[in-house]
């Protein structure tokens, strides 16, 4: 097996350099031809981590560990969550950091010339906490509007811009339950979108009391949401399970009941963003293929141009390791350039789309090294055969080809 020295390597290296710069044209393209493959494979990882991140986003907005238990009031004789269940629960799953049970119920409340219904919600100070809501103005229920079952409410900000027009609400007052509650602030969730106003209890047309003065003031006996907020993410099994359990326990059967964390649909979320994106790494590797085919193109192509060439070197005492790893070399500074540009577009475009848009967009690490790897791989193994069918010439062939 031949050894190469250094100054042999950089004979190689200076003859690949040579034999490149004579092509330009051809060698440019083709290093666009990988550089457009590579720039594919980095902006596909780019493009399913923004949307993973917005719809985890979207899912963790609701709540951080969140569990929530509530009855099927579907099915034939549902049962409920009572709040002797609560009572249980708060004592008996200590992995809860904290507990908010919400009591629901709708008024009719003149809004303009008309009466619409708006959602109320009983729930304690913690739930602004566990329900991660934000405040746009005033503040929350304090603990002691809870223990005193102070006559105070919250508004969604949709249903202050409803009624006044603004989120500036200061000395307002809503008339729940045949009674004047001074609104001593104004809310929003974490995310706000369509699908959260349809479907989230807090959004829309709704105001929320503290939980001590619904349950005084109504006759509603069952709680319309239970929600727990883990201690941490390896907590909320224990804490599913710890609820599964005791409703069980208190309950004729347990399917009349749902249980279910928010880290369900973050594993859901996580399967199908790992589904589309190895859909789109295998279009974008199509770029790649095509790249890779390009430079295998141009190598024999350069290899036919300089049969002549490579007959002299061979007669002259250069081995036919020299003939391969020169083309060789070739084919790699082709994959490694065009790799290096791709990953410059790859990575800047994104971040630039990024600034233009207010968002961030993440650049997997894993993502921009797999990628050129891949790039540099493919170059050389398309860059394999032609070198090869160089260093195999026949002498006599090559030192007679016109």
């Known amino acids: 097996m031949q050894v190469f020295s250094i100054d042999s390597l950089r004979l190689l290296l200076r003859f690949a350099l040579d034999g490149l710069a004579g092509q330009r044209g051809r060698s440019l393209l083709t290093m666009l031809g990988m550089a457009i493959g590579t720039a594919s494979v980095v902006a596909v990882i780019s493009i399913g981590l923004v949307g993973r991140d917005y719809v985890v986003g979207l899912i963790e907005g609701i709540g951080t560990n969140l569990v929530v238990a509530y009855a099927k009031d579907e099915i034939a004789n549902p049962e409920w969550v009572t709040f002797d269940d609560y009572e249980v629960i708060r004592q008996r799953v200590p992995q809860a950091s904290a507990i908010a049970p919400v009591f629901a119920g709708t ?3 003149a809004i303009g010339k008309k009466r619409k219904s708006v959602r109320v919600l009983g729930a304690p100070p913690q739930f602004t906490q566990v329900r991660n809501l934000v405040n746009v103005s005033g503040r929350f229920f304090t603990e002691r509007d809870e223990e005193t079952g102070a006559k105070v409410c919250l508004i969604s900000k949709e249903l202050a811009k409803e009624l006044y027009g603004t989120t500036s609400v200061k000395g307002k007052t809503l008339r729940i339950f045949d009674l004047k509650f001074p609104i001593v602030g104004v809310y929003r969730e974490a995310v706000e979108s369509a699908a959260a106003v349809d479907q989230s209890e807090t959004a829309g047309l709704t105001a929320i009391i503290p939980f001590s003065t619904f349950r005084n003031l109504s006759d509603v006996h069952w709680l319309y949401t239970l929600y727990l907020q883990a201690r941490d993410r390896e907590s909320v099994p224990s804490v599913v399970a710890s609820v599964r359990e005791i409703l069980a326990e208190r309950h004729r059967s347990i ?9 369900q649909y973050l594993v859901l979320v996580d399967k199908v963003s790992d589904g589309i994106t190895a859909g789109l790494l295998a279009i974008a590797g199509v770029s790649l293929l095509v790249g890779g085919i390009g430079i295998m193109n141009i190598m024999l192509v350069t290899v036919s141009e300089r049969t002549r060439d490579i007959g002299i070197r061979l007669a002259l005492g250069a081995g036919r390791q020299d003939i391969l790893l020169q083309f060789l070399m070739e084919a790699a500074i082709l994959s490694l350039i065009g790799g290096l540009l791709g990953l410059l577009i790859g990575a800047v475009l994104p971040w630039y789309a990024g600034r233009l848009y207010a968002f961030d967009v993440p650049i ?6 797999v990628a050129f790897g891949v790039s540099l791989g493919v170059g050389m193994f398309f860059g394999f055969y032609p070198a090869q069918k160089a260093a195999n010439m026949n002498l006599v062939d090559a030192l007679s080809y016109e």
């Not at 997997?364 to 090294?369: C, D, K, T, W, Y």
């Open 107 to 109: 008024e009719l409340i």
């Open 255 to 263: 399917e009349g009941f749902t249980i279910l964390s928010l880290d």
């Open 364 to 369: 997997s690490l894993a993502s921009v090294a």
